[in-house]
C-alpha cells in the first residue's frame, strides 16, 4: 500500500468516525456507557492498528490484527442494529424507529465495508501468495 493508499484509508476512517460517533451519542442513555463505547473502543483500536501498520517494517503480525478488530466492529455495529438501537435520537426512541435504524446501519455499514475492502487490499499487496508455476 503507497503514501496516496494510506492517506485515502486515513480519511475513509476520519469520515466513518464522524458518522459513528453522531450515530453513537444517539443511542439510549443506558448503552451510552455499555455498547456505544465499546463500538467506540473497536473503531479507535482498529485506527490504532492502521497508523502502526504504516509504520513497521514487518506488518504480517499488525494487518493480522487489524483484520481481526476490524471484523470486531462489524459485528457490534450488526449487534447494536438488531437491538434498535440506531433506532434512537437523542436518547429516546425515534418518531420511525425502522426507518431511522435501517437508514444509520447501512451508512454505517457501507463504510465499515469499504474501509474492509481497504484493509484488504492492503493485506494481499503486503503478502502476496507464493503461486507456482505449472
Do not use: C
Not at 473502543?41 to 504504516?54: C, D, L
Amino acid at each position: 500500500m503507497g503514501m496516496h493508499d494510506e492517506a485515502k484509508l486515513d480519511r475513509k476512517f476520519t469520515e466513518f468516525a464522524r458518522q459513528m460517533n453522531l450515530y453513537l451519542n444517539h443511542f439510549p442513555k443506558h448503552e451510552k456507557y455499555g455498547l456505544a463505547l465499546e463500538i467506540r473502543r473497536a473503531a479507535y483500536e482498529t485506527y490504532g492498528f492502521i497508523v502502526e501498520a504504516q509504520k513497521r517494517y514487518h506488518k504480517k503480525t499488525t494487518l493480522t490484527n487489524l483484520d481481526i478488530r476490524h471484523e470486531q466492529l462489524r459485528m457490534l455495529i450488526r449487534l447494536a442494529h438488531s437491538l434498535g438501537y440506531f433506532g434512537y435520537r437523542i436518547g429516546q426512541q425515534a418518531d420511525h424507529p425502522e426507518e431511522t435504524g435501517e437508514h444509520r446501519y447501512l451508512a454505517l455499514s457501507r463504510m465499515v465495508d469499504e474501509l474492509g475492502r481497504m484493509i484488504g487490499g492492503w493485506i494481499a499487496v503486503s503478502h502476496p501468495t507464493n503461486r507456482e508455476s505449472s
